[in-house]
């Protein structure tokens, strides 16, 4: 039996995924957490949850700007880890905040806005993770890539989730509301290039620069 070689960056994407929840554990485990430990818990694993999600989004603008397939591949695995740690940040809040009090968890909801936005995502993000395998590909076949493409939905509203967990003035640009707008213009940029008349004028814009580069052929 042929054994799969796994690639530089199929190591690279697990280390990354893995390491959030190594370190997480551990500075739980030597209470190296902040202050706030449920806080600081939820903000990091649903942190991670958005970077993996804008990493799955990357691949396509690698490919397209630099002709880099292999990022293609691993896009699902990407999309199942920020699922995992979607999942884990919910988890925490609805079980360390509020201890899956149910009515006080709706009151909750009912009461924020920020957490109806990320619940939404969630719920959105479910039916990609469970048909992300290729039997579910096989038998949803068109409609496959249609519902996949709910991504581009749920990205722009976890990061309206992210920036309304923080405090701060997003018109003067104060308090903690720096990270979310950088996700925030990633995400937008990413997006922006996914539109056919852009998406096709980079390619060919790129083609042309890596056929000038020294000993480098034209990519058909």
């Known amino acids: 039996m042929k054994k799969t070689a796994y690639t530089p960056l199929q190591i690279a994407i697990h280390l990354y995924a893995w390491s959030a929840l190594i370190l997480l554990i551990f500075d739980a485990a030597t209470g190296n957490l902040s202050p706030n430990p449920i806080q600081d818990l939820e903000q990091r694993t649903g942190r991670h949850a958005i970077t993996l999600l804008v990493l799955?989004?990357?691949?396509?603008?690698?490919?397209?700007?630099?002709?880099?397939?292999?990022?293609?591949?691993h896009r699902r695995t990407l999309g199942l880890y920020a699922f995992m740690y979607a999942t884990i940040h919910a988890i925490i809040f609805a079980d360390l905040d509020y201890g899956f009090a149910w009515s006080r968890l709706m009151q909750e909801i009912v009461q924020k806005p920020r957490l109806v936005v990320g619940i939404i995502a969630f719920i959105f993000l479910i039916p990609l993770a469970i048909t992300s395998f290729d039997i579910?590909?096989?038998?949803?076949?068109?409609?496959?890539k249609r519902l996949h493409q709910a991504?581009?939905?749920?990205?722009p509203l976890v990061v309206l989730h992210y920036l309304w967990s923080k405090k701060g003035d997003i018109l003067s640009l104060q308090g903690e509301i720096l990270k979310?707008?950088?996700?925030?213009?990633?995400?937008?940029?990413?997006?922006?290039?996914?539109?056919?008349?852009?998406?096709?004028?980079?390619?060919?814009?790129?083609?042309?620069?890596?056929?000038l580069l020294p000993g480098k052929n034209q990519h058909p």
């Open 56 to 73: 799955s989004l990357f691949c396509s603008p690698l490919n397209t700007l630099f002709k880099w397939s292999e990022p293609l591949k």
């Open 151 to 155: 991504v581009y939905f749920i990205a």
């Open 180 to 211: 979310p707008l950088i996700y925030g213009i990633i995400v937008a940029i990413f997006l922006i290039m996914r539109i056919p008349p852009i998406r096709k004028a980079l390619a060919a814009f790129s083609t042309r620069m890596l056929a």
């Open 136 to 144: 579910w590909k096989k038998r949803l076949g068109k409609n496959w």
